[in-house]
């Protein structure tokens, strides 16, 4: 039989994200740790402040998933704001990791592992099913990629030559399933796309895919579309979405899911840090659980490795088949994607042939061959890692340009159709140099970020091991991108934006020649924020370098490191962060058409209907509720680029973590050394109550626990009297004596304790336990409630009580929907609906026919619409 699959044919970069989860349930403002706040320690400050914003003020979901940005209407390598990435994933858990770095407490950094495995590693049996089933001998049906979306879909070729999956055995034997350890790299966390998971329609953090027709497919001429296909929309049971992609005979009900290796190799990274860290401080045993999972996803992260069909490198355009490690290019390629059916009966999964030096990782690399304690435990895993470290920085000394900077990448598949290379094109262990690998709209290496994000990582690694055959390449990199930096006399600044190729690097023989025919050169600069503090990281860690390693640190480096730290705070600190205004041009594409195919007609989940001749906008209907589309539709009829201030996760991120690394290197008398062991809990706390306010809200209230080192406190709830506290039933921590509990049902009875929790984790005994039972559910006077009319939108902070007899109950109507997002509360008839999606059918009228609505929210930015 043949197997029916649809492949990821290319999936376009992932430029600018918002970073990983943050605690469920935010902790309020933490304080910096025993360092009292001064001039000082101005650095250790920033990035504690940032710290608390990240917590409190929108960046991250109820579920402590980081959203790309705080504001919504946001299209770049994301199409929508509250949507989350691996990349955001991979940035949380270092900055996590730096904050334990900082202060000791390592409990941040275990939730982001905790958040990532919940919500962004798809579940070996739920998801993956049938995964097992997958044949090493045979891991896909060949498809070639297509140049333009016009040429999709493609015809899948099972005649074609692919070769053997050389790790699969190896990795069943070591961790007993076939099931990948790998993010997925794109998750719907409002479920605004409204696809949910496994076609509920209802699952938030549900997995969504975007790219998938070729090179040319740029954000905006996307069709997203849920990760488990079962024909519930689209082009329902003619194939649902499917038939825009591949053409693989009868379309077959599946799932898929793609890693993109550079949020992948940034986890390890990260978790590399938070290692070395711990250690210092004598905590390593805290969280060795997780660096064993760092190791295991560096483990099937080897699977960007090889050639996308597991063919020979430079097989070029002829018919020979893989026979296992001949296709093996040891660099982190674009992706690694696999799928199976949805009822378990088959499996596929394939590599990638293009290598982009943007998304090399020389730590993950050095963390997964050098570290002991994060040695993979597969048997080849430790020394693939230790071949790909050389082979990594072989090809940033083959891609340097005469100027410094680095250039695109190579791949083993010319055009994603394996043809043969070019008369006199350069090549790099016989895979052909590409100075745009990947995407072409807008070419993959013309943004600066991806020189700061790479090369950060290198410039750690010569930090961290002095690796003489690096220096050359770091000190050429730093004076080309210095000298392209522009500090300004009047307190602004500029760094790169976007950069210009010319010309091909010399044929890789194993010794750097210098690219004499190479070159870059600078397009335009700008002032993205979150460039610059990668950018300054980058310098910062030079600079430390050059102290370690040459006996004295680089001044100019650590000068221009700290300039950009403070000119960017100086000039773009705001009450949520660090942002900076931007012109887009671009979004005059929302209003572009999305190219399908004649012959195609589906219906997505927002209730657009598919087909040819449609636009960006018709595509996401539920973009025309947003508070900011009437900017974007206004500059579009007057011929004007609107300007858009965006919080995006990564970069508040980086900024944090690049205050912080300079005051570690720069700014100190060295790291916060911790404290001496504490092993006596707080006080129990006393006088605790509970008073129900609403028919889903009970009010808990105890006196303030006097220990000077409190953190703060837990609160247990169970619905059994005299229950034992415990992670089954904890609820949330606060850091104050009193707290609401919400999303309860009516006329029920609640059982609650609290503890008192100390700066070292130690915990208290439990309080006494306090009830309360809840309200009886729609009884509220219709007189105290505000009349509304429907469409109806509401942004801004304060607590709202509105009444409507308008919702439509017809159960086949998924048009008509209630959301929310950054509101404290949302409850309809006394049931919680906040920061969720609802269509307006799944909420039954009061028994007076009304809908009773109670609104509360804290920032300007809290919404709730009724469409």
């Not at 904050?99 to 590693?121: F, R």
């Not at 960006?616 to 947003?626: C, E, Q, V």
């Not at 720069?666 to 028919?695: K, M, Q, R, Y």
């Not at 109507?813 to 799944?842: P, R």
Request: charged residues 20%.
């Amino acid at each position: 039989m043949i197997k029916k699959k649809i492949l990821v044919f290319a999936i376009v970069a992932v430029l600018v994200m918002s970073l990983l989860c943050g605690s469920t349930g935010n902790p309020g403002k933490i304080k910096a740790a025993s360092l009292e706040s001064s001039e000082e320690s101005v650095y250790y400050n920033r990035f504690m402040e940032l710290f608390n914003d990240i917590q409190t003020k929108g960046y991250l979901s109820p579920e402590g998933v980081p959203y790309h940005s705080v504001e919504t209407l946001m299209v770049e390598a994301p199409d929508y704001g509250h949507l989350s990435t691996s990349e955001a994933f991979s940035f949380l858990t270092w900055l996590y990791a730096t904050y334990g770095k900082l202060t000791g407490d390592w409990s941040y950094y275990k939730k982001a592992w905790d958040v990532t495995e919940k919500y962004i590693i798809p579940d070996p049996a739920k998801d993956q099913p049938g995964v097992n089933t997958y044949p090493a001998n045979d891991p896909a049906d060949y498809a070639p990629e297509g140049d333009l979306p016009q040429d999709y879909p493609v015809a899948g070729d099972t005649s074609f030559p692919t070769g053997v999956d050389p790790i699969s055995d190896d990795l069943y034997s070591t961790y007993g399933s076939k099931a990948y350890y790998q993010m997925h790299w794109l998750l719907d966390v409002d479920n605004w796309y409204k696809y949910g998971n496994h076609g509920d329609g209802t699952s938030r953090c549900s997995y969504i895919n975007t790219y998938q027709r070729g090179p040319q497919e740029s954000v905006w001429e996307t069709v997203p579309h849920p990760s488990w296909e079962d024909f519930t929309w689209g082009a329902k049971n003619n194939g649902g979405f499917l038939p825009l992609f591949g053409k693989f005979g009868t379309p077959a009900k599946q799932w898929r899911y793609t890693s993109a290796s550079d949020a992948d190799a940034r986890q390890v990274q990260a978790s590399y840090w938070a290692l070395q860290w711990a250690r210092e401080q004598g905590a390593e045993s805290q969280i060795s659980s997780y660096t064993a999972k760092a190791a295991k996803m560096g483990d099937w992260l080897r699977y960007t490795m090889f050639d996308k069909y597991f063919r020979p490198i430079g097989v070029q355009n002829s018919n020979a088949k893989g026979t296992g490690y001949d296709s093996c290019h040891y660099l982190l390629s674009w992706y690694t994607s696999w799928g199976g059916d949805t009822g378990g009966a088959w499996s596929w999964r394939i590599g990638c042939s293009h290598v982009h030096q943007g998304y090399q990782n020389l730590m993950a690399a050095y963390a997964l061959s050098k570290e002991p304690a994060m040695k993979p435990l597969s048997q080849n895993g430790q020394k693939d890692w230790g071949t790909s470290l050389n082979r990594e920085i072989e090809l940033y000394q083959y891609l340097q340009s005469a100027e410094g900077a680095i250039a695109g990448g190579v791949t083993n598949s010319l055009n994603g159709r394996y043809e043969q290379y070019p008369s006199g094109a350069s090549t790099f262990y016989d895979m052909v140099y590409d100075w745009q690998p990947v995407y072409h709209d807008p070419p993959s290496n013309n943004w600066f970020g991806f020189q700061a994000w790479s090369m950060e990582r290198v410039i750690e690694y010569y930090y961290l091991t002095g690796d003489a055959k690096v220096k050359p390449l770091v000190d050429k990199w730093v004076d080309w991108a210095m000298s392209e930096t522009h500090l300004k006399a009047d307190g602004t600044f500029e760094i790169p934006s976007t950069l210009n190729w010319s010309g091909q690097p010399d044929k890789w023989t194993g010794t750097p020649t210098g690219n004499p025919n190479l070159h870059v050169t600078v397009q335009d600069w700008g002032t993205d924020v979150g460039v610059a503090a990668c950018f300054s990281k980058a310098l910062t860690y030079y600079a430390a370098a050059y102290e370690k390693w040459q006996g004295s640190a680089d001044e100019d480096a650590k000068q221009m490191a700290k300039e950009l730290l403070d000119r960017m705070w100086t000039l773009y600190r705001d009450d949520i962060g660090v942002a900076v205004p931007e012109e887009r041009a671009d979004y005059s594409r929302f209003f572009d058409e999305v190219y399908i195919p004649n012959d195609y007609t589906g219906v997505n989940a927002q209730g657009a209907t598919l087909k040819n001749g449609m636009t960006f906008i018709d595509m996401r209907p539920a973009y025309k509720n947003d508070p900011d589309y009437q900017k974007v539709l206004d500059a579009h009829n007057q011929g004007k680029a609107p300007v858009m201030t965006y919080h995006r996760f990564w970069a508040q991120a980086d900024i944090a973590m690049a205050n912080a690394m300079y005051y570690v290197f720069f700014d100190s008398e060295g790291p916060i050394t911790p404290p001496p062991s504490d092993t006596t809990p707080p006080a129990v706390p006393t006088g605790l109550t509970a008073t129900a306010v609403s028919s889903s809200s009970i009010n808990l209230d105890w006196a303030d626990n006097t220990d000077s080192d409190l953190a703060g406190y837990k609160v247990y709830r169970s619905m059994t009297s005299g229950f034992a506290p415990g992670s089954s039933n904890f609820v949330k921590q606060v850091t104050t004596s009193a707290y609401t509990d919400t999303g309860l049902t009516a006329d029920t009875t609640y059982y609650y304790k609290v503890t008192a929790v100390d700066t070292s984790g130690n915990e208290s005994q439990p309080s006494a336990q306090a009830s309360a039972k809840t309200q009886q559910g729609g009884t509220t006077p219709p007189g105290e409630y505000t009349e509304i009319t429907l469409p109806f939108t509401h942004d801004g902070a304060g607590e709202y009580y509105w009444k409507t007899n308008k919702l439509s109950t017809d159960p086949n109507d998924w048009s008509h929907y209630i959301n929310s997002w950054n509101l404290d509360l949302l409850e309809i008839n006394g049931k919680d609906y906040t920061n969720v999606w609802v269509a307006q059918h799944q909420i039954a009228p009061s028994s007076d026919g009304y809908w009773y609505i109670h609104c509360k929210g804290s920032f300007s930015y809290s919404h709730v619409e009724i469409k």
